[in-house]
Nanobody, 124 residues
C-alpha cells in the first residue's frame, strides 16, 4: 500500500489541524493504521493508532485528549484531528500501516508501510 499524508501547516498555539493520510489499493480496511511524529533533533515517536474497523484506538500519553484518530475505509483515508496545539507539537507527522488484524501497536518497527510525512509547525 502507498500512503500520502497531507494537511500540515503553520498554526498558532491553541489552534487545530486535521491531518489526512490517503492510501492506495483495495485492501485498506485490512490494515491497522498509525500516526507518528519526529521533531527536529529527536527520534520518531508514536502518536496514535487505530484498528481496521475504527472502533479501537490507542494514544500516546502526551496527547492528553487533544488528538483523535479516525478512519474512513470507504475513502481509504485515516485522519488525525489535532486540537489545542502546542509549540512542542511541532514535528513532521507520518502515517503508517501494519498488515492484518492484530493488536494496536506503538512501535515504529512493527509498521510495514510509511507515508512521506507532513510538517506541522505551531508558533507560540
Amino acid at each position: 500500500v502507498q500512503l500520502q499524508a497531507s494537511g500540515g501547516g503553520l498554526v498558532q498555539a491553541g489552534d487545530s489541524l486535521r491531518l489526512s493520510c490517503a492510501a492506495s489499493g483495495r485492501t485498506f480496511s485490512s490494515y491497522r493504521m498509525g500516526w507518528f511524529r519526529q521533531a527536529p533533533g529527536k527520534e520518531r515517536e508514536f502518536v496514535a493508532a487505530i484498528n481496521w474497523s475504527g472502533d479501537r484506538t490507542y494514544y500516546a500519553d502526551f496527547v492528553q485528549g487533544r488528538f483523535a484518530i479516525s478512519r474512513d475505509n470507504a475513502k481509504n483515508t485515516v485522519y488525525l484531528q489535532m486540537n489545542s496545539l502546542k509549540p512542542e507539537d511541532t514535528a513532521v507527522y507520518y502515517c503508517a500501516a501494519i498488515r492484518g488484524y492484530g493488536r494496536l501497536d506503538y512501535q515504529a518497527d512493527s509498521y510495514d508501510y510509511w507515508g512521506q510525512g507532513t510538517l506541522v509547525t505551531v508558533s507560540s
